[in-house]
């Protein structure tokens, strides 16, 4: 080392403008010539601060040594480069500037090193003869610039967008190769920097880029959509978005344009609109049946009824204002606004009940654009035929209520001239008086009739019930609409509706009778009407409900006692019926929302609760409903349907808990929409947050740095390229920054041989896999430690015994006679001949130490007491009382838990603990007093015991070595010991059966973690 301190004192003398080197404005060294060692010979301040340093590491040092090439860095070439350019330095005698040389520097705290970019110049000293001496090597950080190139430039060629940079000229100053290779594909031309933008522009196009590019220099972004014919002869749009390019000044200097192929999502946006259209025409069908079904006619008006129906027709037709519409009824024609009649047409005839035969034809103008017929959708057909059931059941409802209107007319002539039989009969039966009517309804004149007994009119098969209504009548009970049949004197039999009333004064029965047909066809309309809305409840497993807003009323179907078991008769009519079914935790929210959307101008509803079934169980339902609205908007009734979904609900869950138990996440990656889906599994493995949004950018970056995530992108590869399922086992590295084993399985679905989408699992194989390893490196262990613990115990047995007797009484007759001479002596020894005798009296000292500390080692385990059941509070309050003295010097604090009993060997525990809290006092940190925390967990068999202090800590890489005998960590200066403590505390736990470990705390200090069976 000397040698080379003259060696460089000697070069820097001969050197000139040391000082001026001293004070050059930037990171600076001063090289020998002696390749390829090349020493450093002087070092300014501003090397010192770049590369962070001390002169006294670099000066005499060789400079590779000091700055050797990243060991990290599998492809780094900065040690090569920098040697060339110092040999041609040495060869030339000339300045040598080097490209931006990607350098790292190891950091001297973290022994890491430093990723850093350069600007290295170096340049040659000539003595005074000119003959080379040294070569100065003045570097630039340039870092920050390098890497930000280097990400602008990743991000440019990692994009599916084109991207080029035009300067006020026109012409191409850069573009990225994404541009470049669409260019090629379509115009089979190589683009190159320098050229005009107007020599790669189309002819036809040429006056509009030039315009474009004059605008965005005036500062004005803009985009336009450029549609592009292939040279194969395929369609391909673009879309281009042109910006002002600025300088660090803020000065446009150009243009930048991005370019993005836009072609499928186009086509997307196409078929997507197909598909609303489609969905918009169902609307439109549903809605024009809806509409129709709503029409309300109080009057009862059937010629008003299909006036409004014609017209409305056409709005469920996909083009409504070229569809036409007619209703024929009864002979009259209906017709849709401006109607015409074309050759294209659909058209239904449908037959009522009592209300006649209706035909419904629509037509299709085509303006005479369209060459080939017409055929309508299935839907469109189903529409018509629908409108007209719908219509015929109204007809049908008109006419019945027409009916009934022409019976109440009739009812009040009864003041005047009544149409119905009027007439009183008397207490033995028999017709006291009787109106004109009669004649109509049963043929008798009215005086045939009278003093006649009423029942030889009555049909013999309700003989037996009239007489009883009759007596009934007579008591004072008085009875409307009861029905028999008469006998006419025509022998014809008609059903008879009857109201009557018994009067007390006259003796009499006041009674209003008449012909029934009509009233038996309505109610068989209504009955009708009445089956065919139960069949539809019936075909269908939901139970379908009907609530009237205006009278609070639910009707349910026979799907409600099917799903939910309660009987429908049993249930209350109004809408309690069902809220009080609902789960007492969903009510609130369920109430709250159905009402809000009455309330509103919502038109559907829907909802996910838990409803009480009839054997107390809870059933998990889907329920939807559509509110009919008045004109004015106001909710008069809501038609629906409830699904108990608890199979579907609890099957979902019962495959979440499985994929959880077995820590399999799974995920989809849509190829063309570039959507990823994590499952909560799947986020969870990768310790990421709930509302983590993944993408296939963020995905890959989990996969572990090099050969995972090679492997990972080329198994995708070939799984979207060639359909190769895959199931591999990688590392990734969480969110947190944990590294875990994983099992990835991924598939594709191919469509029209193409990858649409990847379907896959990612399982959490972490601790299997380490347990694996674990279990083979002990297996291995096991085996070696196993033949050496033979050989070794008999060596450690013959060392006690050394240790014991014969190498201590020398040891004592060396330090006696020492200690006897420095005595005898002390006046004729000088400083250095006391020091001596210290030095030696020291050693023999601490040899006696470490014999005494192996001679305790080698008693470990081999005791002639036996094991026994040790309240370890006790053990721990005598270790502290021990060490009483240092814990009051030290002003330690010491928190103990509650301790166990144990069946363990006594002194040796004590011995644990002791070491264990006295290195805990020895290793405190910078004069802060000890805290000391001993606590204890249940761990299955094993109790698991840790001492907690707030020291100085211990490197992860002394995790292990601290374990070793004579391993000391510090010289004997800074702590004594002879470092035998925790290699006995390792084998008395080993002897017990437990293991020892040590962990650095995250505030500092250090924990040591062992473990006691505890049986």
């Known amino acids: 080392m000397s040698k080379i301190k003259k060696s460089i004192s000697s070069k820097l003398s001969a050197l000139k403008n040391v000082d001026l080197f001293q004070i050059i404005p930037a990171p600076c060294l001063i090289l020998d010539i002696d390749a390829p060692r090349f020493t450093i010979l002087d070092v300014n301040e501003f090397y010192l601060a770049a590369t962070g340093s001390k002169r006294v590491d670099l000066i005499g040092n060789a400079l590779f040594k000091v700055f050797p090439d990243n060991p990290d860095d599998m492809i780094t070439d900065g040690v090569a480069n920098l040697k060339r350019s110092l040999n041609t330095v040495i060869e030339s005698g000339l300045l040598h500037q080097m490209k931006i040389q990607k350098y790292d520097i190891p950091d001297v705290n973290s022994k890491r090193f430093i990723t850093k970019f350069w600007q290295p110049i170096n340049t040659p000293i000539f003595d005074q003869n000119g003959q080379l001496i040294a070569i100065i090597h003045k570097v630039l950080d340039v870092t920050e610039v390098a890497l930000k190139n280097e990400y602008i430039n990743l991000m440019l060629e990692n994009t599916d967008e084109g991207f ?445 609760y838990r409803y009480l079934k009839s054997d107390g169980s809870y059933a998990k339902v889907n329920d939807n409903g559509l509110i009919v609205r008045d004109e004015s908007g106001k909710a008069i009734r809501m038609v629906g349907a409830m699904r108990d979904v608890t199979e579907r609900v609890e099957l979902e869950q019962l495959l979440e808990k499985m994929y959880r138990l077995a820590k399999i996440g799974v995920w989809e990656l849509d190829i063309e929409k570039n959507n990823l889906i994590w499952s909560d599994v799947t986020k969870e493995i990768h310790e990421v947050e709930p509302d983590f949004k993944p993408d296939l950018e963020n995905a890959i970056e989990f996969y572990k740095k090099g050969e995972f995530r090679e492997s990972i992108f080329k198994f995708v590869k070939k799984l979207i390229d060639n359909n190769e399922t895959f199931n591999e086992e990688f590392i990734i590295v969480t969110q947190k920054g944990n590294e875990k084993w994983v099992r990835v399985i991924g598939e594709a679905e191919f469509i029209g041989g193409k990858c649409k989408k990847i379907l896959g699992s990612t399982q959490d194989i972490h601790e299997s896999k380490l347990a694996a390893e674990k279990i083979k490196e002990l297996n291995r262990e096991l085996q070696v430690q196993t033949q050496k613990l033979t050989s070794s115990n008999k060596e450690l047995e013959q060392f006690a015994y050394i240790a014991s007797h014969d190498l201590q009484e020398p040891l004592r007759m060396v330090t006696s006679f020492l200690s006897q001479l420095e005595k005898r002596y002390d006046e004729f020894l000088d400083e250095k001949g006391k020091q001596y005798i210290y030095f030696a009296v020291d050693g023999a000292k601490r040899m006696r130490e470490i014999i005494l500390d192996l001679l305790e080692y080698s008693r470990v385990g081999r005791t002639d007491t036996d094991k026994t059941n040790t309240n370890l509070n006790v053990v721990v309050e005598n270790t502290i009382k021990l060490l009483a003295k240092s814990i009051q010097e030290k002003k330690a604090v010491i928190n103990v838990h509650i301790l166990p009993t144990l069946n363990v060997y006594p002194i040796a525990i004590q011995q644990v603990f002791q070491n264990l809290i006295s290195n805990a006092l020895k290793y405190q940190r910078d004069y802060t007093p000890p805290e000391i925390h001993i606590n204890v967990d249940k761990k299955d068999k094993f109790w698991e015991f840790s001492v907690t202090d707030n020291g100085i800590g211990i490197s992860t890489e002394y995790y292990d070595r601290i374990f070793v005998i004579f391993q000391r960590l510090h010289t004997k200066d800074e702590y004594s010991g002879t470092g035998m403590g925790l290699t006995i505390c390792k084998k008395v736990i080993e002897q017990h059966g437990g293991n020892i470990w040590v962990k650095n705390n995250e505030n500092g200090g250090s924990t040591f973690y062992f473990t006691l069976p505890s049986e």
């Open 164 to 608: 080029l940079l035009i300067d006020l000229n026109l012409k191409l100053t850069g573009f990225n190769t994404k541009f470049a290779h669409d260019y090629k594909d379509a115009f089979g031309i190589d683009i190159e920097i320098g050229k005009s933008i107007l020599d790669y522009a189309q002819t036809s196009r040429k006056d509009v880029v030039r315009q474009i590019y004059q605008e965005v220099f005036k500062g004005k972004a803009s985009s336009n959509i450029l549609p592009m014919t292939y040279s194969d002869g395929t369609q391909r749009t673009f879309e281009l978005h042109y910006k002002p390019a600025r300088d660090f000044q803020d000065v446009i200097s150009g243009a930048f344009v991005s370019i993005n192929e836009i072609t499928d999502q186009l086509k997307f946006e196409k078929d997507r609109k197909e598909v609303l259209f489609n969905l918009q025409e169902r609307n439109k069908e549903i809605l024009c049946l809806y509409r129709i079904n709503n029409l309300h006619n109080k009057e009862f008006d059937i010629n008003q009824l299909l006036s409004d129906a014609v017209k409305l027709i056409p709005t469920g037709f996909v083009d409504e204002s070229r569809t036409h519409s007619r209703i024929t009824f009864n002979g009259h024609k209906y017709l849709s606004d401006n109607f015409k009649s074309t050759k294209h047409s659909l058209n239904v005839t449908k037959s009522g009940v009592s209300s006649g035969k209706i035909q419904i034809e629509v037509f299709f103008d085509d303006h005479d654009v369209i060459e080939s017929p017409i055929i309508f959708l299935d839907e469109e057909q189903t529409l018509i035929e629908s409108i007209a059931e719908n219509l015929t059941l109204k007809l049908d409802h008109i006419v019945s209520q027409k009916i009934i209107n022409q019976q109440n007319h009739q009812l009040q002539n009864i003041l005047n001239s009544s149409m119905d039989v009027i007439c009183t009969i008397d207490g033995d039966g028999k017709f006291a008086s009787i109106g004109n009517s009669c004649k109509e309804l049963w043929g008798y004149d009215s005086v045939e009739l009278v003093g006649k007994p009423f029942m030889e009119l009555v049909h013999p098969d309700d003989h037996e019930l009239t007489k009883k209504v009759a007596d009934e009548i007579m008591h004072g009970f008085s009875k409307t609409n009861f029905e028999n049949r008469y006998i006419r004197k025509d022998g014809l039999v008609i059903p008879v509706v009857w109201s009557a009333k018994w009067d007390f004064n006259d003796e009499l029965m006041y009674c209003i009778a008449r012909d029934a047909t009509e009233k038996q066809a309505v109610e068989k309309a209504i009955a009708d009407e009445k089956e065919r809305y139960e069949l539809v409840t019936k075909a269908t497993y939901d139970a379908i409900w009907d609530w009237d807003f205006q009278n609070d009323t639910v009707l349910w179907g026979d799907g409600f006692e099917r799903v939910f078991g309660h009987n429908i008769d049993s249930l209350v009519k109004d809408h309690t019926s069902w809220t009080r079914l609902i789960h007492p935790e969903d009510l609130d929210r369920v109430s709250k929302k159905i009402f809000s959307y009455i309330e509103g101008n919502e038109e559907f509803w829907k909802d996910d």
